[in-house]
């Protein structure tokens, strides 16, 4: 018993100590409306906020007659200027990457993907949109 407390302790202390912020040209997983930093190297950070996550794809139990889309809004902020960037898969309504300029330098941010992939037992999930972000 007392191994267990000890070592459930000791990973509790690990997770909370071993918080890093991701590097550039990392994959990196937003939840909706909890900003993750980013750092950027010697020009600084760059804050990043998931304010949209449409994701329509056909449920991965499912048979559909279309495919679906996935569709991020994301903020992105540098020294308290925001960008707004719209990534997706569909035709119309974005490009699955972008360029953008944060503190003075031009970067390349693209969508990966979102989990988990619908299915028709995980419809009411919360999900999360995974990013990279890379100089351009």
């Known amino acids: 018993m007392k191994r267990t407390l000890v070592g459930l302790l000791g990973g509790l202390l690990a997770c909370s100590c071993g918080k890093t ?9 937003l939840v909706p409306k909890q900003p993750v930093t980013l750092a950027l190297g010697s ?7 998931l304010t949209e996550l449409s ?10 007659i279309w495919a679906g889309t996935l569709m991020a809004t994301v903020v992105l902020t540098d020294d308290g200027t925001a960008q ?16 953008v300029t ?3 330098q031009k970067y390349w941010v693209r969508l990966l993907d979102a ?3 619908p299915s028709t037992k995980n419809m009411g999930q919360l999900r999360a949109a ?3 972000l890379r100089p351009a």
């Open 130 to 132: 995974t990013l990279r």
């Open 115 to 117: 989990t988990p992939y």
């Open 55 to 64: 994701d329509s794809r056909c449920p991965s139990d499912a048979v559909c």
């Open 21 to 29: 912020t991701p590097q550039l040209g990392q994959d990196v997983a």
């Open 84 to 99: 707004t960037v719209r990534l997706g898969y569909q035709k119309s309504y974005a490009a699955d990457s972008v360029n």
């Open 102 to 104: 944060l503190n003075r």
């Open 43 to 49: 020009p600084g950070h760059v804050e990043a906020t």
